[in-house]
């Protein structure tokens, strides 16, 4: 890995198991709309899109902060039409899955809980151990053939 890479962050955003599992998701799933599979991949995609803002649907350029409307949220989203992504959005604070911040934003509650990181040199270190440990394995194993 060089050295620019070494320095980055790489976010990962992580389900427990028990989320599909949860009386939310059943709920997602039931929707008469028949879109429910729909709102799960829509809160995944809003979960992945604010890893950097701490689970605030909100851009914030030079002390400026957008919050994001619908409209936004469609873009980020992509493939929904608007209309699900209002009644998404709807479910969602319901369920609680989305909450009102100090700031007047909409956020993913618990998002902190939902997201873990690694500096690239964490993640060289990781691979040169296992590589290392690879290498262990195969030298006691070709000594074990020997004897």
Do not use: P
């Not at 618990?110 to 440990?133: F, N, P, Q, W």
């Amino acid at each position: 890995m060089n050295n620019a890479n070494k320095k980055k962050r790489f976010h990962w955003f992580k389900l427990k198991l028990s989320f599909l599992t949860s009386d939310k998701v059943d709920i997602m799933m039931s929707q008469k709309s028949k879109n429910g599979a729909n709102y799960i991949v829509i809160y995944q995609i809003l979960c992945l899109m604010t890893l950097n803002t701490n689970g605030e649907l909100a851009t914030h350029v030079n002390g400026i902060t957008m919050k994001w409307d619908d409209e936004k949220i469609q873009r980020e989203c992509k493939w929904f039409d608007i209309d699900t992504i209002r009644i998404a959005k709807g479910l969602f604070l319901e369920l609680g899955l989305l909450v009102l911040n100090d700031n007047g934003n909409l956020e993913i509650k618990d998002h902190h809980e939902l997201i873990g990181y690694e500096t690239g040199s964490a993640i060289d270190a990781k691979r040169k151990r296992a590589e290392k440990a690879k290498q262990n394995t195969v030298k006691k194993g070709n000594t074990k053939n020997v004897s």
